[in-house]
């Protein structure tokens, strides 16, 4: 089927921007990309609904299965889902998730530790962003209930240290792809003063929004900086909390090493997997074996499906002797019910991303960005166009594939000194628009690890977003004219501490 060719007109963006939109007026996710979806088939088909239902028939089948084969990644990705569902299901059938609360309840000291305790994790998982908002969910959902904190808080900690500690670590699945694409950048472009691992240390030294991502995130939880709507889901939070007895049932059999040893056999068997899928495909190249080989050459989904599997067999042994055959395989069924809405939100999102990437969407954003403009404010430039890219796709990586490479060439022309800053830039409005976007894969996840409303996660965090990424405009803005990026950092902590304390103040005054 022959496809109409959007890549150099602004009806490029209808699709994305129309489903965008109406997630935001409506709250409707599935309503709004079901739109989205229909008006970007009936554009690619010019206008023919038999083709339009045949296209999304089609886009549909790809998600599990194409031409060449079973979708591997997402068919895993489905599975780990409801794999961690179920062991969310069972860690909860036996009590160990009131143990590991009651256990909180007595060794943190009220809701800043619980928030702090939640942030923390993710130096524990910081492997991949699934994995993080999906495990560390599990493990302080029930923490962070009992101390009152809200679920829109805490799919905010989840979603703003997933992918900012992700993008920022070389030994992460995330750290892996972007040097796989920089290595291929650097021989382009015939640069050899860096190497892949060296290129991405210094980029990740200038990824001003992931940075500071991570510092907001901790001085919300230690300060309680609440602004826009997170204030009103931290109040509802609290007097929902108030009215509840908030007693312990001292004959409850759960324990904590019911909740800590599953946790503890996912994050090792998940580690163990990535680095063998990752040494099995460094030896099919004739390669010798190393870490970041291993990381940069994994399997993620089999990997993720590996950990869970061997994760919920552990769990299984804590419950199987103190519960009936019945109760066990309902509580199963109710994990995998769980996730139900995780899945169909993300077959939803795949979808439009296919679309959007039909409708070449990001070919159009990148054309912007060209013609006579100062070279200075190219890195700033970048960061905002791999913003708005972003979260029209739903996709950092896919922003990656994409912005990097032109990012590259842009500098490579213009003035090659600004390589680094381009890609730096381009990384850090990815992860941003990433954060934004409510057709993201990390932000859905992150809702659900949460177990929070989709769209009240989305605008709780939005906020942030802005304040974190109008610091980092302005430190993109300060690395361009000056090329330094110990001054683009300072500045952008500057108007953060500005941005923060004005936040701050307005904050106290309202009570």
């Known amino acids: 089927m022959e496809l109409v060719d959007y890549s150099s007109s602004i009806v490029s963006v209808i699709p994305p921007l129309l489903a965008l939109t109406l997630a935001m007026i409506t709250r409707k996710v599935l309503l709004s990309l079901s739109i989205g979806i229909i008006v970007g088939a009936v554009m690619l088909t010019a206008g023919n609904p038999l083709n339009a239902v045949i296209y999304i028939k089609n886009s549909v089948l790809s998600l599990v299965y194409g031409e060449e084969g079973i979708n591997r990644n997402n068919v895993s990705i489905i599975i780990f889902l409801l794999m961690l569902g179920a062991l969310t299901s069972l860690l909860s059938a036996s009590g160990s998730n009131q143990a590991f609360a009651v256990w909180a309840q007595r060794h943190i000291k009220g809701r800043r530790g619980a928030k702090l305790l939640t942030a923390c994790l993710v130096f524990f998982t910081f492997i991949d962003d699934y994995f993080h908002s999906l495990a560390v969910g599990a493990i302080a959902r029930p923490v962070t209930d009992k101390f009152k904190v809200s679920r829109a808080k805490l799919a905010y900690i989840l979603d703003s240290t997933a992918a900012p500690m992700c993008v920022l670590m070389p030994i992460s699945s995330w750290g892996a792809y972007i040097m796989t694409l920089v290595a291929g950048l650097l021989a382009t472009h015939a640069i050899a003063d860096y190497s892949p691992m060296g290129a991405f240390v210094a980029m990740s030294s200038m990824n001003y929004y992931a940075l500071f991502a991570l510092f907001t995130v901790f001085f919300v939880a230690y300060f309680s900086f609440d602004i826009g709507s997170m204030a009103k889901h931290e109040r509802k939070a609290i007097e929902a909390v108030d009215k509840e007895v908030n007693t312990v049932d001292d004959n409850n059999q759960g324990s904590v090493s019911g909740l800590i040893i599953p946790i503890i056999v996912l994050i ?244």
């Open 268 to 511: 090792i068997s998940t580690v163990a997997m990535m680095m063998y899928t990752g040494y099995e495909a460094l030896a099919e190249n004739g390669q010798g074996f190393s870490v970041l080989g291993a990381f940069e050459n994994t399997t993620v989904g089999i990997s993720l499906v590996f950990g869970s599997l061997t994760s919920f067999a552990v769990a299984s042994l804590f419950i199987i002797n103190r519960i009936s055959p019945e109760n066990y395989i309902k509580a199963i069924l109710l994990g995998f019910k769980s996730m139900s809405g995780a899945i169909t939100i993300l077959f939803f999102a795949w979808t439009i991303n296919t679309i959007v990437g039909d409708v070449n969407t990001g070919k159009y954003l990148a054309s912007l960005v060209s013609g006579n403009m100062m070279t200075q404010l190219l890195p700033a430039l970048l960061f905002v166009l791999a913003i708005v890219m972003a979260f029209s796709t739903g996709t950092s990586w896919g922003t990656f594939g994409i912005m990097l490479p032109i990012a590259a060439a842009m500098a490579a022309n213009a003035e090659p000194s600004l390589m680094l800053p381009c890609l730096s830039a381009v990384m850090a409005g990815a992860v941003c628009g990433d954060h934004c976007s409510p057709v993201s894969d990390t932000t859905i996840l992150s809702s659900t690890g949460a177990q929070c409303n989709h769209i009240d996660h989305v605008t709780t965090q939005l906020p942030y977003a802005i304040v974190v990424a109008v610091a980092s405009f302005v430190g993109f803005i300060c690395l361009g004219f000056t090329s330094s990026a110990t001054l683009g950092f300072v500045t952008t902590a500057v108007v953060l501490a500005v941005l923060l304390f004005i936040f701050r103040s307005r904050q106290s005054n309202l009570g």
